[in-house]
DNA sequence: AACTAACATATATAAAATATGCATCTTATA
DNA sequence: TATAAGATGCATATTTTATATATGTTAGTT
């Protein structure tokens, strides 16, 4: 059972857009702080544009902005719509082969299950992430080798 | 989001063999009534063979019976036995590369779901997915075109 | 106006995970 | 001893996921 890394780098860009506040951020950036690939974040950063969570400014000191507070990104919608395909099992899914499907209790019990994975994050914002205790926020603005000024004075911004 | 067609395969093998009751299942006649792959079933059986649930009969008029009770074959524990790769994201697991990790929230959160989604499944048994309803155990006999006599005369048995 | 640093898009390729197929072996029983 | 069952190991195919390449667009700077 995995989610996709392409829903993981979803969470940790927005994660380190959010602890980078006000100040911009590159996908140039980003992609080296975490050592993963520029192109596939690309493609990350384009569809949490087109989803409305960033505000991409291309241009000359261009960057990431964060288009929604932290406060209101909700860790389940969040991965709800990045995560395309959440179909569990086969029987899930339109392209259904199994026979017993219509009387079949696995269906239902998995759906449930499934319903309280996502009821768990449906309790968490992005602002919860970035670490209600600030000695944690600290510890990620240093692994991530931010700047802290601006961030460790106000509360965190969108 | 996926569980392997694997643990899926399981889950429906423990049903049949289960459903047919005192009588011997044989893999072939699985494969045919699902209209799934024999030779993955093989491995499917092997495994649950393997790891306790069936009892695998070889020679002439072998075949598979449950090696436990169907009150007691558990959901959640089976479905965490089957499914190798538990490891929603790369943070799970070892060789995991990501920076932030040891301030990191989400995978707390992620854990703490995958919690919530076991926890529901550990709340049924394989007896469970039969169908307390007989209505609904009689349409999957009908839909396994399992001859019913013995089955619906006796309560299941292991 | 031209240059450049940023994001956008489409297509191609690679890598990994999953699923399936095939050939051969072992076991038990009629 | 023939046969019907499962066991095992290796090879192949398929699908999903991830990455790379090449080219385009936008907007600030000089």
């Given at each position: 059972m995995h989610i996709t890394r392409y829903t993981d780098y979803s969470l940790r860009v927005l994660l380190y857009v959010a602890l980078k506040g006000e100040e911009r951020s590159t996908i140039s950036e980003i992609a080296e702080r975490y050592n993963i690939s520029r192109n596939h974040l690309m493609k990350v950063v384009q569809e949490l544009n087109r989803k409305g969570y960033l505000q991409a400014i291309r241009g000359k000191h261009g960057g990431l902005l964060l288009k929604q507070r932290a406060e209101d990104i909700n860790i389940g919608a969040l991965i709800r719509d990045t995560e395309?395909?959440?179909?569990?099992?086969?029987?899930?899914?339109?392209r259904n082969q199994c026979v017993i499907t219509p009387a079949c209790r696995i269906k239902t019990v998995l759906a449930e299950a499934l319903n309280a994975f996502f009821e768990v994050l449906d309790g968490y914002t992005l602002a919860d992430m970035l670490g209600p205790d600030p000695r944690m926020r600290t510890e990620l603005i240093r692994l991530l080798q931010l700047r802290d000024s601006s961030l460790l004075k106000s509360p965190v911004s969108a």
């Open positions: 395309q395909d959440l179909e569990l099992v086969e029987c899930f899914g339109d």
